[in-house]
Protein backbone atom coordinates (compact mmCIF):
# COMPACT_ATOMS: atom_id res chain seq x y z
CA UNK A 1 0.00 0.00 0.00
CA UNK A 2 2.81 2.42 0.34
CA UNK A 3 5.68 1.04 -1.22
CA UNK A 4 5.90 4.02 -3.59
CA UNK A 5 7.46 6.04 0.00
CA UNK A 6 9.89 3.85 -0.39
CA UNK A 7 11.09 5.65 -3.47
CA UNK A 8 9.66 9.06 -2.56
CA UNK A 9 12.78 11.19 -3.40
CA UNK A 10 13.25 9.43 -6.74
CA UNK A 11 9.75 10.20 -7.54
CA UNK A 12 10.34 13.59 -6.61
CA UNK A 13 12.93 14.42 -8.53
CA UNK A 14 11.06 12.72 -11.47
CA UNK A 15 7.76 14.54 -10.76
CA UNK A 16 6.91 16.11 -7.25
CA UNK A 17 2.75 15.44 -7.96
CA UNK A 18 3.95 11.52 -8.27
CA UNK A 19 3.93 10.54 -4.64
CA UNK A 20 -0.10 11.40 -4.37
CA UNK A 21 -1.13 10.71 -7.45
CA UNK A 22 0.08 6.82 -6.27
CA UNK A 23 -1.72 7.75 -2.46
CA UNK A 24 -5.21 8.17 -4.03
CA UNK A 25 -4.63 5.19 -6.63
CA UNK A 26 -3.49 3.04 -3.79
CA UNK A 27 -6.59 4.00 -1.51
CA UNK A 28 -9.09 3.85 -4.36
CA UNK A 29 -7.18 0.49 -5.55
CA UNK A 30 -8.38 -0.73 -1.96
CA UNK A 31 -11.62 0.79 -1.33
CA UNK A 32 -13.23 -0.19 -4.65
CA UNK A 33 -13.89 -3.18 -3.48
CA UNK A 34 -16.39 -2.14 -0.82
CA UNK A 35 -17.87 0.50 -3.82
CA UNK A 36 -21.54 -0.21 -4.70
CA UNK A 37 -20.41 -1.15 -8.28
CA UNK A 38 -17.73 -3.83 -7.16
CA UNK A 39 -20.30 -5.04 -4.92
CA UNK A 40 -22.83 -6.25 -7.57
CA UNK A 41 -20.22 -7.74 -9.39
CA UNK A 42 -18.44 -9.64 -6.80
CA UNK A 43 -20.40 -9.87 -3.62
CA UNK A 44 -20.48 -7.75 -0.25
CA UNK A 45 -17.43 -8.51 1.66
CA UNK A 46 -18.96 -8.30 5.21
CA UNK A 47 -21.65 -10.69 3.76
CA UNK A 48 -18.65 -12.72 1.81
CA UNK A 49 -16.86 -13.22 5.35
CA UNK A 50 -19.46 -13.52 7.28
CA UNK A 51 -20.14 -16.79 5.12
CA UNK A 52 -16.62 -18.19 5.15
CA UNK A 53 -17.46 -18.79 8.74
CA UNK A 54 -20.80 -20.18 8.75
CA UNK A 55 -21.36 -21.76 5.20
CA UNK A 56 -19.46 -25.07 4.53
CA UNK A 57 -20.07 -24.42 1.14
CA UNK A 58 -17.50 -21.05 1.12
CA UNK A 59 -13.86 -21.97 -0.57
CA UNK A 60 -12.41 -20.35 2.93
CA UNK A 61 -14.35 -21.79 5.34
CA UNK A 62 -11.73 -24.69 6.01
CA UNK A 63 -9.12 -22.22 6.18
CA UNK A 64 -8.29 -21.47 9.88
CA UNK A 65 -6.70 -18.47 9.27
CA UNK A 66 -9.85 -16.84 6.47
CA UNK A 67 -12.58 -18.36 8.05
CA UNK A 68 -11.85 -16.84 11.63
CA UNK A 69 -10.29 -13.65 10.88
CA UNK A 70 -11.04 -12.99 7.03
CA UNK A 71 -13.62 -10.18 7.98
CA UNK A 72 -12.03 -8.48 10.40
CA UNK A 73 -9.02 -7.98 8.46
CA UNK A 74 -10.70 -7.04 5.73
CA UNK A 75 -12.87 -4.36 7.79
CA UNK A 76 -9.46 -3.10 9.94
CA UNK A 77 -7.88 -2.78 5.86
CA UNK A 78 -11.19 -0.62 4.96
CA UNK A 79 -10.74 1.42 8.12
CA UNK A 80 -7.23 2.10 7.65
CA UNK A 81 -7.82 2.92 3.74
CA UNK A 82 -11.29 5.54 4.86
CA UNK A 83 -8.99 7.49 7.49
CA UNK A 84 -5.85 8.08 5.09
CA UNK A 85 -8.48 9.42 2.46
CA UNK A 86 -9.43 12.97 3.67
CA UNK A 87 -5.72 13.74 4.03
CA UNK A 88 -5.20 12.23 0.48
CA UNK A 89 -7.85 13.90 -0.78
CA UNK A 90 -9.87 10.88 -1.90
CA UNK A 91 -13.58 11.05 -2.06
CA UNK A 92 -15.50 8.14 0.24
CA UNK A 93 -19.03 9.37 -0.78
CA UNK A 94 -20.61 6.17 -2.69
CA UNK A 95 -21.66 8.86 -5.17
CA UNK A 96 -18.38 10.55 -5.67
CA UNK A 97 -16.16 7.65 -5.48
CA UNK A 98 -16.94 6.09 -8.36
CA UNK A 99 -16.20 8.99 -10.58
CA UNK A 100 -13.02 9.97 -8.75
CA UNK A 101 -11.75 6.51 -9.94
CA UNK A 102 -11.43 7.37 -13.43
CA UNK A 103 -9.58 10.66 -13.28
CA UNK A 104 -7.59 9.46 -10.73
CA UNK A 105 -6.39 6.70 -13.68
CA UNK A 106 -6.21 9.43 -15.86
CA UNK A 107 -4.13 12.11 -14.62
CA UNK A 108 -1.56 9.10 -13.30
CA UNK A 109 -1.23 7.72 -16.48
CA UNK A 110 -1.00 11.24 -17.84
CA UNK A 111 2.21 11.74 -15.36
CA UNK A 112 3.80 8.54 -15.84
CA UNK A 113 4.19 9.13 -20.04
CA UNK A 114 7.10 11.35 -19.75
CA UNK A 115 8.91 8.90 -17.46
CA UNK A 116 7.72 5.09 -18.06
CA UNK A 117 11.45 3.99 -18.98
CA UNK A 118 13.09 5.81 -15.82
CA UNK A 119 10.25 4.60 -13.79
CA UNK A 120 10.48 0.72 -14.87
CA UNK A 121 14.42 1.04 -13.18
CA UNK A 122 13.14 2.85 -10.42
CA UNK A 123 10.73 -0.01 -9.70
CA UNK A 124 13.31 -2.77 -10.00
CA UNK A 125 15.97 -0.49 -7.66
CA UNK A 126 13.22 -0.52 -4.83
CA UNK A 127 12.35 -4.21 -4.87
CA UNK A 128 16.36 -4.98 -4.73
CA UNK A 129 16.69 -2.13 -1.51
CA UNK A 130 13.71 -4.36 0.39
CA UNK A 131 14.09 -8.11 -1.04
CA UNK A 132 17.75 -8.10 -1.61
CA UNK A 133 17.41 -9.59 -5.09
CA UNK A 134 19.76 -8.55 -8.16
CA UNK A 135 18.18 -6.27 -10.37
CA UNK A 136 19.24 -8.17 -13.21
CA UNK A 137 16.64 -11.10 -11.77
CA UNK A 138 13.89 -8.72 -12.35
CA UNK A 139 12.13 -8.35 -15.97
CA UNK A 140 9.84 -5.15 -15.07
CA UNK A 141 6.76 -3.26 -17.90
CA UNK A 142 4.56 -0.78 -17.36
CA UNK A 143 2.08 -1.64 -20.38
CA UNK A 144 -1.82 -2.30 -20.87
CA UNK A 145 -0.10 -5.97 -21.75
CA UNK A 146 0.28 -7.57 -18.51
CA UNK A 147 -0.87 -11.26 -18.84
CA UNK A 148 2.11 -13.43 -18.94
CA UNK A 149 2.90 -17.62 -18.01
CA UNK A 150 -0.34 -19.60 -17.40
CA UNK A 151 -2.71 -17.53 -16.18
CA UNK A 152 -5.77 -19.70 -14.16
CA UNK A 153 -8.96 -20.08 -15.68
CA UNK A 154 -11.75 -18.92 -13.46
CA UNK A 155 -13.99 -20.36 -11.51
CA UNK A 156 -17.44 -18.51 -11.27
CA UNK A 157 -18.66 -15.66 -13.04
CA UNK A 158 -17.72 -13.28 -10.61
CA UNK A 159 -13.94 -14.48 -11.61
CA UNK A 160 -14.44 -13.71 -15.44
CA UNK A 161 -15.98 -10.37 -14.67
CA UNK A 162 -12.90 -9.81 -12.41
CA UNK A 163 -10.51 -11.26 -14.83
CA UNK A 164 -11.50 -8.66 -17.67
CA UNK A 165 -10.17 -5.94 -15.51
CA UNK A 166 -7.24 -7.16 -13.98
CA UNK A 167 -4.44 -4.49 -14.21
CA UNK A 168 -1.25 -6.23 -12.90
CA UNK A 169 0.54 -9.51 -12.75
CA UNK A 170 3.54 -10.77 -10.55
CA UNK A 171 5.37 -14.07 -10.65
CA UNK A 172 8.37 -16.56 -11.47
CA UNK A 173 8.94 -17.18 -15.15
CA UNK A 174 12.13 -19.55 -15.73
CA UNK A 175 14.28 -17.97 -18.42
CA UNK A 176 17.14 -21.16 -19.73
CA UNK A 177 18.60 -21.80 -16.34
CA UNK A 178 17.16 -19.11 -14.57
CA UNK A 179 14.18 -17.99 -12.14
CA UNK A 180 13.03 -14.87 -13.56
CA UNK A 181 10.55 -12.51 -11.27
CA UNK A 182 8.91 -11.03 -14.03
CA UNK A 183 6.09 -7.99 -13.08
CA UNK A 184 3.50 -6.26 -15.41
CA UNK A 185 1.10 -3.38 -14.27
CA UNK A 186 -0.93 -0.69 -16.37
CA UNK A 187 1.03 1.77 -13.75
CA UNK A 188 3.97 2.36 -11.68
CA UNK A 189 2.51 1.56 -8.43
CA UNK A 190 1.18 -1.66 -9.63
CA UNK A 191 4.40 -2.83 -11.43
CA UNK A 192 6.42 -2.63 -8.31
CA UNK A 193 3.61 -4.21 -6.44
CA UNK A 194 3.90 -7.41 -9.00
CA UNK A 195 7.63 -7.59 -8.67
CA UNK A 196 7.28 -7.61 -4.33
CA UNK A 197 4.47 -10.34 -4.77
CA UNK A 198 7.06 -12.10 -7.81
CA UNK A 199 9.70 -11.76 -5.48
CA UNK A 200 7.60 -13.72 -2.12
CA UNK A 201 6.64 -16.34 -4.49
CA UNK A 202 10.39 -16.88 -5.76
CA UNK A 203 11.09 -16.89 -2.09
CA UNK A 204 7.90 -19.06 -1.57
CA UNK A 205 9.96 -21.71 -3.56
CA UNK A 206 11.64 -22.83 -1.25
CA UNK A 207 9.31 -24.37 0.38
CA UNK A 208 6.87 -25.48 -2.31
CA UNK A 209 10.05 -27.12 -4.08
CA UNK A 210 10.35 -30.17 -1.42
CA UNK A 211 6.97 -31.09 -2.39
CA UNK A 212 6.26 -34.03 -5.13
CA UNK A 213 5.31 -33.11 -8.64
CA UNK A 214 1.80 -34.02 -8.30
CA UNK A 215 1.19 -32.52 -4.77
CA UNK A 216 2.43 -29.00 -5.97
CA UNK A 217 0.37 -29.02 -8.92
CA UNK A 218 -2.77 -30.24 -6.80
CA UNK A 219 -1.64 -27.30 -4.07
CA UNK A 220 -1.13 -24.70 -6.84
CA UNK A 221 -4.66 -25.67 -9.04
CA UNK A 222 -6.60 -25.19 -5.42
CA UNK A 223 -4.49 -21.84 -3.69
CA UNK A 224 -3.77 -20.13 -7.07
CA UNK A 225 -7.17 -18.84 -8.05
CA UNK A 226 -7.61 -15.61 -9.56
CA UNK A 227 -11.39 -15.87 -7.78
CA UNK A 228 -9.69 -15.74 -4.59
CA UNK A 229 -7.69 -12.23 -5.53
CA UNK A 230 -10.24 -9.53 -4.37
CA UNK A 231 -10.73 -11.59 -1.20
CA UNK A 232 -7.12 -11.56 -1.11
CA UNK A 233 -6.24 -7.99 -1.52
CA UNK A 234 -9.06 -6.95 1.09
CA UNK A 235 -7.38 -9.10 4.20
CA UNK A 236 -3.61 -9.53 2.43
CA UNK A 237 -2.41 -5.69 3.61
CA UNK A 238 -3.67 -5.89 6.92
CA UNK A 239 -2.10 -9.34 7.65
CA UNK A 240 1.21 -8.48 6.24
CA UNK A 241 1.58 -5.41 8.30
CA UNK A 242 0.85 -7.17 11.35
CA UNK A 243 3.55 -10.08 10.04
CA UNK A 244 5.81 -7.65 9.80
CA UNK A 245 5.73 -5.89 13.28
CA UNK A 246 6.60 -9.43 15.04
CA UNK A 247 8.78 -10.71 12.61
CA UNK A 248 12.52 -10.59 14.25
CA UNK A 249 14.20 -6.79 12.83
CA UNK A 250 18.05 -8.46 12.73
CA UNK A 251 16.78 -10.84 9.88
CA UNK A 252 15.88 -9.88 6.27
CA UNK A 253 12.57 -10.31 5.40
CA UNK A 254 13.43 -13.08 2.61
CA UNK A 255 15.05 -15.20 4.76
CA UNK A 256 12.03 -15.07 7.46
CA UNK A 257 10.05 -15.61 4.23
CA UNK A 258 12.06 -18.54 3.54
CA UNK A 259 11.68 -20.37 6.30
CA UNK A 260 7.71 -19.78 6.68
CA UNK A 261 7.44 -20.95 3.33
CA UNK A 262 9.27 -24.04 4.76
CA UNK A 263 6.67 -25.08 7.47
CA UNK A 264 4.12 -27.90 7.70
CA UNK A 265 0.78 -26.62 6.81
CA UNK A 266 0.19 -27.06 10.89
CA UNK A 267 3.09 -25.12 11.81
CA UNK A 268 2.10 -22.29 9.20
CA UNK A 269 -1.36 -21.99 10.63
CA UNK A 270 -0.22 -22.05 14.18
CA UNK A 271 1.98 -18.98 13.39
CA UNK A 272 -0.86 -17.12 10.99
CA UNK A 273 -3.16 -17.66 13.85
CA UNK A 274 -0.61 -16.49 16.36
CA UNK A 275 0.09 -13.34 14.79
CA UNK A 276 -3.27 -12.15 14.41
CA UNK A 277 -4.50 -13.85 17.91
CA UNK A 278 -0.97 -13.39 20.00
CA UNK A 279 1.67 -11.22 18.66
CA UNK A 280 4.05 -12.02 21.53
CA UNK A 281 3.67 -15.89 21.09
CA UNK A 282 4.38 -15.06 17.28
CA UNK A 283 7.08 -13.55 17.81
CA UNK A 284 8.73 -16.46 19.89
CA UNK A 285 7.58 -18.60 17.32
CA UNK A 286 9.68 -16.32 14.25
CA UNK A 287 12.96 -16.35 16.81
CA UNK A 288 13.06 -19.78 16.71
CA UNK A 289 12.48 -20.20 12.45
CA UNK A 290 14.89 -22.13 11.03
CA UNK A 291 16.75 -23.33 13.95
CA UNK A 292 16.04 -27.08 13.32
CA UNK A 293 15.14 -29.20 10.89
CA UNK A 294 11.69 -29.93 12.60
CA UNK A 295 10.32 -26.48 11.51
CA UNK A 296 10.66 -27.49 7.67
CA UNK A 297 8.73 -31.01 8.48
Given at each position: ????????????A???????????????????????D????L??????????????????????V????G???????????????????????P????????????R???????????L???A????T??????P??L????????A??EV????????????????G?????????????????????L??K???????????L??????????????????????????????????????????????P????????A????????T?M?A???????????????????????
Open positions: MTFHHLAKAELDLDPPLVRSYDQYALVNLLQYWSLAAALGWPPRYWRRAATSPRHPFYHHPLSRHGALAAESRRRGLERCKEKGVATSLLFPVQVPLVVALRAKEARHRLAVDLKHAVTVWGISDREAAITTEVFGSTPRTMSGWAFLAGVVYGGVLRRGDRMMVVGRGTNWYTAELVKGTAELVCHGLNRLPEDVYRRVVAAADGIDFEPWMLQTGGELWRRFLAVQPGDRIAETLMHVRLSPGALELLVIERPGRARELMVGLGDSDESAA
